[in-house]
RNA sequence: UGGGAGGUCGUCUAAUGGUAAGACUGCAGACUCUGGAUCUGCGUAUCGGGGUUCGAGUCCCUGCCUCCCAGCCA
């Protein structure tokens, strides 16, 4: 996980460096990323993951691995597994730390007991709609609940029955005797356990009271001797809470540091709006290429050295921001450019006919595969007078600034020959182009010192060309912000209608071996992953991210 | 409106009382058998108003703006 650059200077290093002065946990680090095992992990969780994992390492301590898995309504074993994938695919190393809430469920109980009697926490019989109503408003106080009084004999006989099963679902909770009045809501004598007679997918049913997350974060955290407790900004006036946990039992006192969560431009990060998605279908599922999640980043062809470069690049800091999703691509490419292999594939085929070069002959020419890694190696290409070509990079009338092949123009075939158009051939009845008809200049073979053109065209040989279907990704949303809807509009009011268009094109006959997972850079295209549906009989890529692409730039600006 | 947290280039961050810096984006150019990569250059910022100080993005006062909180979700 140490990647490169030192890691940016942010206010979480140094409250702990600030720690380790004073000797605060001893100069112990040890953080853990505890995630809710209700959906996929996404870049947002990477940003988190890193940092975490990242600043443990750092000090020479420990990062865990925790699901918070305190709530069987929503949360499932399939999401816990997708979690460890994602998590050890980024790279990160709990070291067999694989930890879960429900792994302090008895402890958390006893702790419970504990706290009635001490007098600090009571049953409460109020339904989920009387504690609204009590709880007063932002500006006003709450009432205490009637039962708030109860003694410490009954509270103990009650909160027993809760947990033996004796009381339905919703009927009765467990609430910490703190403050009705406090300013702060949290404080208002929150839920500490609710029933639930449900089916963990851990523990079966051998719990029907779940603790609520505040109930169970900060006594997980100090079980696990966790020194600093990460989490984001909303949790902000959870601290109290959190704190006066804590300090109630008297036990280790992790402290919590909250930082803001990433956002990404045009697209969403929050797990209802994903889960949304997949569940309407808009998406294939959680590793649709299109999602901002980990497994849809894996398939689409993002390396997790990409993202980790990505996430480390991240400020760090309590300002709400929105990163731009180019920064994202930035990184992508920056190590795909380092790690691809170079191929030649043509996505829209137009044929392309070399009219003096001989019928039925084929040479084969040397190709580079990586000029950024010379250890990449080379490979050889079969070359013949029948070609397809971009249809992008030929015009029979070129506009202002286009140099590549047109009527009389010269290009080079990337590897091959300097060739000349001098002939276009059209479907009479539609005017459509059908061929280019060329010659080809065989003084010019790659490799020789010649002439220079100025355009240099990807191509790949008819005969030997191999179909491939390639999927194109856009911006999964048409607007910066999706989740600033003005009045009423739902997010996925500005879902992109384009963001997937499937092209059937040809490739180079390399290209055969290509096993689900491997990543390409298509050259002067992009960067391609090969998807799970590849298999012997088809070929099926994803692109990941475009290359930059100046003459793109410059027709967008006319 | 009560409480909590924030406001530095277009975006994200740095500057810890001492020359406002970097990255992404954008623009211009060089180079190029990828209009890629690489290289060079350019541009724009301390929310407003007071104050303290030799000196303020940083400290104080005040105003404005943004985000979070009224789940038996996390």
Redesign the pocket.
């Known amino acids: 996980m140490n990647d490169l650059d030192l890691p ?4 979480i290093r ?1 409250l702990i460096l600030s720690d380790n002065a004073n000797g605060k946990y001893n100069g112990h680090v040890h953080t853990r990323f ?3 095992p ?1 959906g996929y992990l996404h870049v947002g969780h990477a940003k988190s993951i890193m940092l975490n994992f990242g600043l443990a390492e750092e000090f020479g301590g420990k990062c865990n691995l925790r699901f ?1 898995d ?2 069987p ?2 949360e499932e074993t399939e999401y816990v597994e997708s979690i460890v994938e994602d998590v050890k695919w980024l790279g990160a190393d709990f070291g067999g730390r694989l930890l879960y ?1 429900s792994n302090y469920f008895q402890q958390l109980y006893d702790w419970a007991v504990e706290l009635i009697k001490k007098g600090k926490a009571f049953v ?1 019989d ?3 709609e ?3 109503q009590t ?5 006003e106080p709450g009432q205490n609940s009637p039962y708030r009084d109860r003694s410490v004999e009954e509270n103990l006989d009650l909160f027993a029955r809760m947990k033996a099963g004796e009381f339905p ?5 467990l609430r910490a005797k703190i403050d009705m009045a406090s ?4 404080l208002r004598d ?2 500490m356990y ?3 007679h449900a089916d963990h997918h851990r523990t079966g049913n051998h719990w029907c009271i ?5 109930w ?2 900060g006594q997980c955290d100090s079980i696990e001797g966790i020194t600093h407790s990460i989490c984001t ?7 109290p809470l959190y704190d006066w946990f804590l300090e109630q039992l008297g036990v280790f006192h992790p402290q919590q540091i ?1 930082f ?1 969560r990433l956002n990404l ?1 045009y697209t969403v990060l929050s797990k209802r709006k994903l889960l949304q998605l997949v569940e309407q279908g808009v998406m294939e599922g959680w590793d649709d290429p299109r999602m901002p999640t980990i497994s849809g980043m894996r398939r689409r062809g993002y390396s997790p050295q990409g993202l980790r470069h990505f996430a480390r ?12 999703f ?2 994202l ?2 990184y992508i ?2 190590d795909l ?1 380092r790690t691809a292999l ?1 191929v030649m594939a043509v996505l829209r085929p137009l044929k392309l006919v070399l009219t003096n070069y001989p019928e039925g002959q084929v040479e084969f020419v040397e190709a580079v595969n ?3 890694d010379a250890g990449a190696g080379t490979r050889s290409l079969p070359f013949s007078r029948e070609l397809w070509i971009e249809q992008d990079d030929f015009r029979e009338t070129p506009p202002k ?4 092949l047109y009527p009389g123009n010269e290009v ?5 020959y300097i060739i000349k158009c001098h002939d276009v051939v059209k479907d009479p009845a539609t005017g459509e182009i059908k061929e280019v008809h060329c010659t080809y200049d065989p003084q ?5 010192q ?1 002439r ?1 053109v100025k ?4 191509w790949v040989s008819a005969a030997e060309a191999l179909p491939v279907e390639v999927r194109l990704y856009e911006k999964l949303f048409t607007v910066e912000n999706p989740n600033e809807s003005p009045e009423g509009a739902d997010f996925t009011t500005y879902l992109n209608p384009k963001s997937l268009e499937i092209v059937h094109g040809k490739a180079e006959p390399s290209l055969a071996k290509a096993q689900p997972g491997d990543r390409y ?1 298509f ?3 992009g960067y391609f992953c090969a998807d799970k549906l590849t298999d012997a009989g088809r070929l099926v890529f994803n692109r990941t991210v475009e ?8 027709q967008k ?1 006319r």
């Open positions: 940016a200077s942010n206010f140094d505890p995630p809710e209700n918070d305190t709530n309504a929503k809430a409460c109020l339904t989920s009387q504690v609204r709880r007063g408003t932002l500006t679902d919703g009927s009765r909770t300013p702060n809501l949290n929150p839920v609710r029933i639930l779940y603790p609520m997350y505040d169970a974060h900004l909303e949790f902000e006036d959870h601290r909250e803001d431009t690049s991240l400020g760090v800091s309590k300002t709400n921001g929105i990163t731009e180019e920064k691509e930035y490419r920056e450019n170079r990586n000029p950024e600034g286009y140099y590549r080079r075939l990337r590897y091959g010019t073979r790659s490799g020789q010649t220079k355009s240099t065209i990807h850079q050259e002067r295209l290359l930059r692409d100046t003459w793109a730039k410059i600006q």
